[in-house]
Structure formats: structure tokens, C-alpha cells
């Protein structure tokens, strides 16, 4: 029994994380159509400026909320250097695009940087948590805080407010959005920056767990991509119940199956369902016009 | 200004010995760049750092040393190309290299048939085995490693544990080796786990492993993040077993990531080199390790690691193979296997036709981390 509850504990943990970063793809997605991969070094930037700052004589929350911006700000130039001139290309193209600049960011990292791994202290003290017989770190529960509050934040934004609203009306059309006064251009600024600031929260958030070094960020993408898709791409619920139930089918696979198999049976449930819901389990069904 | 000068000299004094045509010439193609960059990169440097100090005391029987260096990237079939141009271009008469088992293994075939000697800077144990004529090797073995660990166990009087090993190439390898040598020291492996080399959280698998009846000790075979979390998570869970963790994370940033207190009885078998300063006076690698240790981190002002190891010790080989042999390829090879009690950083060599590795276990301490800090066990 305390098993089960140590595996579910592991699997929300593992989930949560995985949860922030596809979160983070929500947004951009939302209003280009683009499935960001250079969210993953979003996540990284987060964490090891952090750690730089930090190690440099800040006090943490300052250079927790130092991390956020300079990241924000790296995402604002990913856009305006790198996307916007391709403005037009197909969906594809851009993808291609944050890919490169996946590997740009990784390479400069590494330079600006190190190549080791690096940690900072948790937030509340590494004084495990016992919950009849099972463990949970403190850690652990701001990662799911982060997590649950960026949702509701998320929700909030695209379902209440105007911006939000433009955000989706610039992703639907384009000109139509631009005819009825919005101002686009500005709308990719502000995706890209808050894409940029959620990644860089989750990197914050997540580091004293995972730890973190030049190159988490491509397997951090990889695992966040899988959780938007099962949960549906471009939706802040999706994101959210997709993400944990990763971290879920990973701990008990490996609890009770084999953990040699964790990865492989995490994949095929994902396959299985987008086979029935190609939109994922909370994703819009679209129809193309032609 | 005294530092300009010294940099203007030792300048100078390269320049002076390329410009001279060296007499002997020594080849060497590594992964100084590219994912194995980790390896190769410390590697390079002492090669490069140990030429120019062989050079400025004089050479090798009055002769100069010329280094004839490529960067293979970690590509097997660059390390082939450039072997080949080594021995066919650049006419040297020894090589050192092959940071990874892969790029050794192109050299490899290149150095026998050119008969040309050959030192590997990888750890795979089909290097020299089965035995190649030209072919030697520097660092110890993931097998080598595991025996150090099991005969630690043995002395403990643990006969079954529980492993979990990181599925990247590191682990997987000393993961297959510990399983193979297990039996020997009387090991029973009663559950055999494995997390990914970028998992956040390996609780699931210490709690199968904290179930299994009978388990006494736990052993972590990685490399990277993976040993670090391992080691939290079981503190998370407050499992009162013992851990062991694998050579490939014994460095201090280790004991930093892990938790100073988590990682508190953490035993792993290390070189002489990762605790240079708590070595015993009277332990013969105590010279050659602090010497070699600062005159690196003096000249790159980084820390050495067991890798750049490997390296000091094929280039002294084969420069003491070249004092002997002269600069004829099948002399130095033959002065090479006639090695004998060569003390190194990575342990004490001892060459014969049948061992192109010459070290034994006691070329691994076996540490444990107290306080923060490494200990010595034997």
C-alpha cells in the first residue's frame, strides 16, 4: 500500500514538471500555430541563470525573478530575430526555426556558461515529507504549485480577458485579427515573452529536483511535447492533466511493471490515444477549410 | 609584464620547436570537441601541456618531440581518416588516442596494420582483449570497477544486492559488467533496476528495491545527474542501506549535487588522482599525482579530472618507451610492453605479451564520503 502511495507521489512529482514545460508551449502555440522547440532551452536558461546569479551573491527569489526576465527577453529576440523575418513561411518552416534556435541557444549556453551540472537550494529545506509511510519532498509540492497555479493563470488569460482573446483570434486568422484592430506583431512579442517567462519558472521551479545543465533542455522539450500532445495542444487543461498523467504512467510502469520499460509503455499509451482522439484528450477538433 | 615575458618565452620556445622539424614524431587524434568533449578536451590539454614540458627539459635523448594533433569530434569515421593520415602523411611513429571505445576502435585496425604502436584513452575491455600486438591501453576497466565495489561487499560480508543503473552508455556497460563478474565475489543481484540518463525522480525503482527481500546494499552504475538524484531520492525515502556508486561520478561536484547529507556513507571507487591532498606521503602515486594536478590547474586553471589522467600517463609511457626504443615503431612497441612498475595517476603499470592494460585493482581506492569530504577506505 505505502508502495502504491511512493509510486503516485513519484508519478505527481515527475508529472508536475513535465506539466510546466508543456504549459509553457501553450501559448506560442495559441498564437501561431508553432510548436515551439526551443521551449526545453527556455526551461534550461531559467535554471542555470539561476544558478550563475545566485552563485554570484544574490539572494535567491531575486535571482530567481532575474532569470524570468532575462529569459523573457531571450524569447522576445528569439521572435524578432529569427521569426518574425520569416514571417509567411509555413508552420513548418518556423518550427524548423525554433529548432535551430534550439541548438543556437544549447551551443551558447555552453560557452556562457559550463558544461557541468549545477543545483541551488530547494525553497523550503530538503526535509522529506512522510504521508502514511510515503515520502515527498517539499520541492515537490512547489513544483505542483507552480504548475496548478500556471494553469489557472493560463485558463484566466485566454478565457476572461481581451489580450488572451487576441492571442487566439491572431492564431485563428491572421489578417482577420489584424482587420478587426489587433496588433499582431505585438501579440507574437508577448507569446513568445510569456512562453519564455513560463519555461524559465519551470526551470526555476524544477532545478533543485532535476538538476540542470546546458543540455536538459532537449530531453525536458521532448517529455513536455509528448504531455501537450496527449492532453491536447494549445489547451492549458490538456497540458496540465496530459503532463501528470506521463509522470503517472512512467512511476507506476516502473513500480510495478519493469522500469526498463518505463519510457517505451508511456509511448505506446500516447500512440493508443491519439489513434482514437487525434486532438489529444482536451484538444479542439478542427476542420480545415479549403 | 613578468607574465607577458613568460608568455612571449614559452611562445617563442613552440615556435622554436616546430620550426626545428622535430625528430620524433608523435601522433594523436581525440574527441576534443562534440559529445565526448568532456573526454577528449582535458585530454588534448595534457597532451599538449606534457609535450611542451618533455620539449623544454631537453626532449627524449636529445631529441624533440613533435606533436601532430587532431580533434576527431567523437566520429569514428573521422578518427579513421585521421589515423590513416597520421601514419601515411605525418609519418609518426607512435599514436595516442581514441577517447571513446568507438574512435579507439577505428584506430585500432589503422595502427596494427601500419605496425604502429598505439595507447587508447577508452575504457572498453575489448581494446586488449584479446591481446593486439600494438595496441595498449591506460585506463581501467567498468569490470575492473566492479570488482573493486563486489570485493568491498565481499569484506562487508553483503552477499545480495540491488542495482539500478542509468540506461546511457556508461551505465548500460558497467551495468553488463557487474552482472557478468558478480558470481566471482559470491554477489546475488536480486533486482536489477533502470532510470533514463535525464529522469527527475527514481523513488518508484529504490522502493521496489527497498521491498525485495533480503537486499543488502544498493550499487548505482552512471554517469551525469542520474547517480546525484539516486542518491537523494534514498535519503528521501530514508533507505538504511548502503550505497555504491561507480568511478564515473567521483568528483567533489558530485558530493555538491547530491547533498552533502544524502550523500553522507556513499562509498565508489576513485583514483589517486581525484584525492591527491588525502593521499598518505608514503603512497608512491602521491608524486605523480600532486605534480601532475599542479601543473595543470596552474597552466588551465580548471580542475583535472581522472580523463586528462589517462592522458598523462599514455604520453609518459610512451615516452619512456621512446628513451628505451629510440624512435624505431617496433622498439618503442617492444620497450613498451616491457614496462614494469610504471607508477602513473591512474594506478602502477606492469606490461606483458598477454596484459596491454598492466593494472590491477589496486589501481582504484575505494572512497567514502564523510562530512562533505572523501575518505580513504584501504
Known sequence: MDALLQFLLSGVTVGAVYALVALGFTIIYNASDVVNFAQGEFVMLGGMITVFTYQAGLPLPLAAVLAIAITSLVGVALNKLALEPARGAPVVSLIIITIG??????????????????????????????????TIVPQSLWVIGGAVL??????????????????????????????????????????????????????????????????????????????????GMGN???????????????????????????????????LAVLFVMPQGLFGKSTTERV | MKLLMTTAVSALVVLGTTAAMADIKLGASLSASGPAAFLGDPEAKTIEMMVEQINEAGGINGEKIDLVLYDDGGDPNKARTFATRLVEDDEVVAIIGGSTTGTTMSILSVAEDAEVPFISLAGAIQIIDPVHKWVFKTPHTDRMACEKIFSDMQQKGITKIGMISGTDGFGASMQAQCKDVAPKYAIEILSDETYGPQDADMTPQLTKIRNTDGVQAILNPGFGQGPAIVTRNKAQLGIDLPLYESHGVASDGFIELAGAAAAEGVRLPGTALLVAAILPDSDPQKPVVTAYKTAYE???????????????????????????????????????????????????????????????LSAFKMLEIRDGGWTLID
Open chain 1, 150 to 231: 500556471v494553469f489557472i493563470g493560463l485558463w484566466l488569460f485566454f478565457t476572461k480577458t481581451l489580450t488572451g482573446k487576441a492571442v487566439l483570434a491572431t492564431a485563428n486568422n491572421r489578417l482577420a485579427a489584424q482587420l478587426v484592430g489587433i496588433n499582431t506583431g505585438w501579440v507574437m512579442t508577448l507569446s513568445f515573452a510569456l512562453s519564455a517567462a513560463i519555461g524559465a519558472l519551470a526551470g526555476v521551479l524544477v532545478t533543485p529536483i532535476t538538476l540542470v545543465g546546458y543540455d536538459v533542455g532537449v530531453g525536458l522539450a521532448l517529455k513536455g511535447f509528448a504531455a501537450a500532445m496527449l492532453g
Open chain 1, 101 to 134: 534556435a534550439s541548438i543556437f541557444i544549447r551551443g551558447a549556453a555552453q560557452l556562457i556558461f559550463d558544461k557541468q551540472l549545477h543545483r541551488f537550494p530547494s525553497f523550503s529545506g530538503d526535509q522529506p515529507i512522510h504521508i502514511f509511510g510515503a
Open chain 1, 236 to 270: 492549458p487543461k490538456g497540458a496540465l492533466v496530459g503532463g501528470i498523467s506521463l509522470g503517472l504512467l512512467e512511476a507506476l510502469t516502473a513500480g510495478y511493471l519493469s522500469s526498463q520499460y518505463k519510457d517505451a509503455v508511456a509511448f505506446i499509451v500516447i
Open chain 2, 298 to 360: 596552474a597552466k588551465y586553471g580548471e580542475t583535472v579530472s581522472t580523463f586528462g589522467g589517462y592522458a598523462h600517463d599514455a604520453v609518459d609511457l610512451m615516452t619512456n618507451a621512446m628513451k628505451t626504443g629510440g624512435s624505431d615503431p617496433a622498439a618503442i612497441r617492444d620497450a613498451l610492453e616491457a614496462t614494469q612498475g610504471y607508477v602513473g595517476t591512474t594506478g602502477i603499470y606492469s606490461f606483458s605479451p598477454e596484459d596491454h592494460l598492466g593494472l590491477d
